[in-house]
């Protein structure tokens, strides 16, 4: 059978069973889940004599929801087991992880979400690019209007250089979007090495994502192996969550459903600028960038909008003047 969603017309070849008996095992796999699975094993054991019954596999959409313990999940559902004028928290992750029951990390962001006083509304899609999960998930999300959207997908809907696309995220209510990752690599690895996230993860799940303007939290899961099988000779791995690492991402979002419902002019707004290597003249430094300028713009766009901004220096040199009047962390001014 292809190890793919793709046909392979060789295979078909080389196999010494019906076509159509082919293409039913390989769409057991293709859609994958529990379901598909077990009849996946009820359907071979019938090839070989048994008497079972099996069913014909079952296609999972692109894109859906999903509530542990509910194998068909509606919005009304999932809606009974919230609590009244509580804020929705949507959480987005793969499909795989549907398709492989791989969800340990999924249920306890869910239930972490509850322990704060939010609702969760978890949702899985094939990818945030894909047309039709996309559509699926802004429509989810139109009807819903959640609070805050905490995101496990990895790499970027926009692309640099071009106009900025947050995607099926762009509706109506703006909420927050915090980045969640699902580590690929091992916990063990994590704690033991100085540079925290492979460079997989960093690209996947931080460097890109930001190009959409969400904002990372932390990972919150790592690959463990769940147990040795000895039939197949495989380790079966899936992600194992941290508890006290959720706890924080669930708090994090919390605290972000309060600052959105406090109004604009009570909120307390701190901007914080690089300074490294520590001397005055590195204060705000990025490649390329005016950072003093892009913050006196924000201070301007951020009165507009309502904020209790007054006394914006002039320009971006004023502020620095400002800035390095009071103490800095130049190493020649700790003296």
Same mark, same amino acid.
């Given at each position: 059978?292809?190890?793919?969603?793709?046909?392979?017309?060789?295979?078909?070849?080389?196999?010494?069973?019906?076509?159509?008996?082919?293409?039913? &095992?390989?769409?057991?796999?293709?859609?994958?889940?529990?379901?598909?699975?077990?009849?996946?094993?009820?359907?071979?054991?019938?090839?070989?004599?048994?008497?079972?019954?099996?069913?014909? #596999? $079952?296609?999972?959409?692109?894109?859906? &929801?999903?509530?542990?313990?509910?194998?068909?999940?509606?919005?009304?559902?999932?809606?009974?087991?919230?609590?009244?004028?509580?804020?929705? !928290?949507?959480?987005?992750?793969? $499909? !795989?992880?549907?398709?492989?029951?791989?969800?340990?990390?999924?249920?306890?962001?869910?239930?972490?979400?509850?322990?704060?006083?939010?609702?969760?509304? #978890?949702?899985?899609?094939?990818?945030?690019?894909?047309?039709?999960?996309?559509?699926?998930?802004?429509?989810?999300?139109?009807?819903?209007?959640?609070?805050?959207?905490?995101?496990?997908?990895?790499?970027?809907?926009?692309?640099?250089?071009?106009?900025?696309?947050?995607?099926?995220?762009?509706?109506?209510?703006?909420?927050?979007?915090?980045?969640?990752?699902?580590?690929?690599?091992?916990?063990?690895?994590?704690?033991?090495?100085?540079?925290?996230?492979?460079?997989?993860?960093?690209?996947?799940?931080? !460097?890109?994502?930001?190009?959409?303007?969400?904002?990372?939290?932390?990972?919150?899961?790592?690959?463990?192996?769940?147990?040795?099988?000895?039939?197949?000779?495989?380790?079966?791995?899936?992600?194992? #969550?941290?508890?006290?690492?959720?706890?924080?991402?669930?708090?994090?979002?919390? @605290?972000?459903?309060?600052?959105?419902?406090?109004?604009?002019?009570?909120?307390?707004?701190?901007?914080?600028?690089?300074?490294?290597?520590?001397?005055?003249?590195?204060?705000?430094?990025?490649?390329?960038?005016?950072?003093?300028?892009?913050?006196?713009?924000?201070?301007?766009?951020?009165?507009?909008?309502?904020?209790?901004? @007054?006394?914006? #220096?002039?320009?971006?040199?004023?502020?620095?003047?400002?800035?390095? @009047?009071?103490?800095?962390?130049?190493?020649?001014?700790?003296?």
């Amino acid at each position: 059978l292809p190890g793919d969603d793709q046909p392979d017309a060789e295979l078909i070849t080389l196999s010494n069973l019906d076509a159509v008996v082919q293409h039913r &095992l390989w769409q057991y796999l293709v859609h994958g889940g529990s379901e598909n699975a077990l009849d996946f094993i009820d359907y071979t054991a019938f090839l070989i004599g048994h008497e079972t019954e099996w069913r014909e #596999p $079952r296609p999972l959409v692109r894109a859906g &929801l999903y509530w542990p313990g509910l194998t068909k999940n509606d919005l009304d559902q999932i809606r009974s087991n919230w609590i009244n004028a509580r804020p929705v !928290a949507t959480l987005v992750f793969y $499909r !795989a992880l549907i398709q492989s029951g791989n969800l340990l990390a999924v249920d306890a962001i869910i239930e972490g979400l509850i322990e704060v006083g939010l609702n969760p509304l #978890p949702i899985f899609v094939v990818s945030l690019k894909d047309k039709v999960a996309a559509a699926i998930l802004e429509d989810i999300l139109e009807e819903v209007s959640p609070a805050i959207i905490l995101n496990s997908t990895g790499f970027a809907v926009s692309a640099p250089g071009k106009d900025w696309d947050p995607g099926p995220f762009d509706i109506k209510v703006e909420p927050m979007i915090l980045q969640v990752v699902f580590s690929g690599g091992n916990k063990a690895s994590w704690q033991d090495e100085t540079r925290g996230l492979s460079a997989r993860d960093i690209a996947m799940n931080v !460097a890109l994502p930001e190009v959409d303007g969400r904002v990372f939290t932390r990972a919150v899961s790592f690959k463990g192996s769940d147990r040795r099988d000895d039939l197949t000779q495989i380790d079966l791995v899936r992600y194992e #969550p941290v508890k006290d690492r959720i706890g924080y991402v669930c708090r994090l979002a919390q @605290a972000w459903v309060c600052l959105r419902e406090t109004d604009v002019s009570e909120r307390r707004i701190g901007l914080i600028l690089a300074n490294y290597p520590n001397r005055d003249g590195r204060i705000g430094n990025g490649v390329g960038l005016d950072t003093p300028e892009s913050v006196i713009q924000l201070l301007k766009a951020m009165k507009t909008t309502g904020y209790d901004v @007054a006394n914006i #220096p002039a320009d971006g040199n004023a502020l620095i003047d400002r800035l390095i @009047a009071g103490p800095t962390n130049a190493v020649e001014s700790l003296n």
